[in-house]
């Protein structure tokens, strides 16, 4: 690899942790910043990762971190902000404003590659139907407005061992005897993170990919009922499905987003699935990579996470 150091905004995350692995495994020096230590534990063995606390949304920071960087890439996304129109505060400050001040700061510095993570649809026909898609397509355009040699990925969902979604499905199917779901018909078209990753890796250094925007997606297509339905059988408590309307789903959204602790599920969660979330052709070649399909990845995700859960509860216990 011709580029020594590298800035992962976002890195401390699901997807930024395999990629950072697979940089560091190729020597590269990464700076990894985190607003808080503890979501770094995983990068902290890693000998040529620098892991930062402090605050990206602070411009002088910024900075400061993309200073002599050969390359930038941007992972930092949220899944729930505050209400607003076309989108809340909250995803307007790490969807939009974000990027528009990596890519100043880019600028500035003379650092002109960044790779910026979107998600899939978010290119789609207006109007996109929730404030998650909304405001990932602002943050295209900030990036795409810029003299940078960018590269956009777009992913469907992202699984593996901890992710989020199959995992929030074998959850909610171990502690309920139905599973009431509404857009069961949705189409998702999932990519598995060590995939994803490596078409990071494979991106960074190929000038083909520049200036252009990358669907990432894995090789089957499924509905959201299969989806649920594999994830219950993998985690061993498959419970039947039972399809509910829409003004049902909206409700079941507004509770589950209302519960104590973490949000699960929120309204606009459910809104990004109007639409099918599905590529509209083959993976580009010059990603470089063959997406594997859920049933043939070697690990299992969910049985991983059963298995870390299990772990930890028998420690618990000594
Ligand atoms: N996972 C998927 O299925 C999927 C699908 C499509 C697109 N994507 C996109 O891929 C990217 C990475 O997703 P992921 O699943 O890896 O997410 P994740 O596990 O939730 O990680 C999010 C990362 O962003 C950082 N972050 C979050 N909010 C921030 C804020 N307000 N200010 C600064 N940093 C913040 C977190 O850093 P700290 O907490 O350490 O500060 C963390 O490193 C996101 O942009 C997401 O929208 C993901």
């Excluded at 890195?11 to 495994?25: D, K, M, N, P, V």
Aim: proline letters at 7%; a positive charge.
């Amino acid at each position: 690899m011709t580029l020594h150091r590298i800035l992962v905004l976002g890195g401390t995350g699901f997807i930024g942790r395999s990629i950072i692995a697979r940089l560091a495994a190729q020597g590269v020096r990464v700076s990894a910043p985190t607003r808080r230590l503890a979501r770094a534990r995983a990068l902290m063995p890693l000998p040529t990762v620098d892991v930062v606390e402090t605050d990206i949304h602070n411009d002088a920071n910024l900075a400061a971190l993309i200073k002599n960087q050969d390359a930038v890439i941007n992972l930092v996304g949220i899944l729930h902000s505050r209400g607003g129109n076309p989108y809340g505060a909250d995803f307007a400050r790490a969807h939009v404003e974000l990027p528009r001040r990596v890519v100043a700061a880019c600028e500035a510095a003379g650092v002109t590659r960044l790779i910026h993570m979107s998600a899939l649809s978010s290119d789609g026909p207006a109007p996109l139907p929730s404030m998650y898609l909304r405001s990932k397509a602002d943050g295209e355009q900030a990036v795409m407005g810029s003299a940078l040699n960018w590269t956009i990925l777009r992913p469907s969902v992202v699984f593996g061992p901890d992710d989020r979604f199959l995992n929030l499905f074998a959850t909610l199917q171990r502690f309920a005897p139905m599973m009431p779901l509404a857009r069961a018909r949705t189409r998702f078209q999932p990519i598995h993170v060590e995939d994803v990753a490596q078409a990071f890796i494979n991106t960074l250094e190929r000038r083909e990919t520049f200036r252009r925007g990358y669907e990432l997606a894995g090789p089957r297509v499924y509905t959201l009922r299969e989806l649920v339905r594999l994830s219950g059988q993998r985690a061993g408590c498959a419970r039947p499905i039972i399809e509910i309307p829409d003004m049902a789903g909206r409700l079941q959204a507004m509770i589950l987003e209302a519960l104590p602790g973490p949000t699960l599920m929120s309204l606009d969660n459910f809104d990004s699935m109007a639409r099918d979330n599905v590529a509209s052709g083959p993976i580009a070649p010059e990603l470089g990579i063959d997406p594997i399909a859920i049933e043939d990845a070697s690990v299992d995700p969910v049985a991983v996470r059963q298995q870390r859960l299990d772990q930890s509860r028998g420690f618990a216990r000594r």
